[in-house]
Antibody
């Protein structure tokens, strides 16, 4: 069974840092681009960041660029999101998501984890 | 990097069809054929319904179809069923390794 399990969320004060992790299983993690997508309470989806299968392509939403860093460890089947200088508007459920087509970055996202909640207090 | 524009709501009776629009710009929907659609039920993770404008992942009913013209993409749900009531989001590749999502549409089955 394909599975993505995100962890590392929690309650943090504005300006502090958090590191999210995502453990992947059930597929060849090293072959697929991965993304982080977040959803503020009662709001829509917002793409946060993505990384290609070999880390050669990395993208960030303008709202997090310069503060967040995405990375992956293919040997550990793991995806990470280092979040610095957190703001109250970063509050939300953070989903770890898999790209549908191997070795490509932009086709669509077919597997979504259960998410991990980040709450930033002011 | 602005969100794609979707109508806030759409509705139809069981068996009818509903079409949701997704309007972007020449920097995203208008340039790339990489538009996808997601269904989200309350309290659940999103589910991929359409990718690459018209393709359906395995297991998605053929009642769901996608299209694109210029800067606007569309999702049509034919033969509406009660379980189709959900929020729907479009998404597009926007170049430079970036994605953008739509504002979301709540579909109600009357």
């Amino acid at each position: 069974e394909v599975q993505l399990v995100a962890s590392g969320g929690g309650l943090v004060q504005s300006g502090r840092s958090l590191r999210l992790s995502c453990a992947a299983s059930g597929f060849t993690f090293a072959d697929y681009a991965m993304h982080w997508v977040r959803q503020a309470p009662g709001k829509g989806l917002e793409w946060v960041s993505g990384i290609s299968w070999n880390s050669g392509y990395i993208g960030y939403a303008d709202s997090v660029k310069g503060r967040f860093t995405i990375s992956r460890d293919n040997a550990k089947n793991s995806l990470y999101l280092q979040m610095n200088s957190l703001r109250p508007e970063d509050t939300g459920l953070y989903y770890c998501v898999k790209e549908i087509v191997s070795y490509y970055y932009y086709y669509g996202m077919d597997v979504w984890g259960q998410g991990t909640t980040v709450t930033v207090s002011s | 990097q602005s969100a794609l524009t979707q109508p806030p709501s759409a509705s139809g009776s069981p068996g009818q069809s509903v079409t949701i629009s997704c309007t972007g710009t020449s920097s995203d929907v208008g340039t790339y054929k990489y538009v996808s659609w997601y269904q989200q039920h309350p309290g659940k993770a999103p589910k991929l319904m359409i990718y690459e404008v018209t393709k359906r992942p395995s297991g998605v009913p053929d009642r769901f179809s996608g299209s694109k013209s210029g800067n606007t993409a569309s999702l049509t749900v034919s033969g509406l069923q009660a379980e189709d009531e959900a929020d729907y989001y479009c998404s597009s590749y926007a170049g430079s390794s970036k994605y953008v999502f739509g504002t979301g549409t709540k579909v109600t089955v009357l």
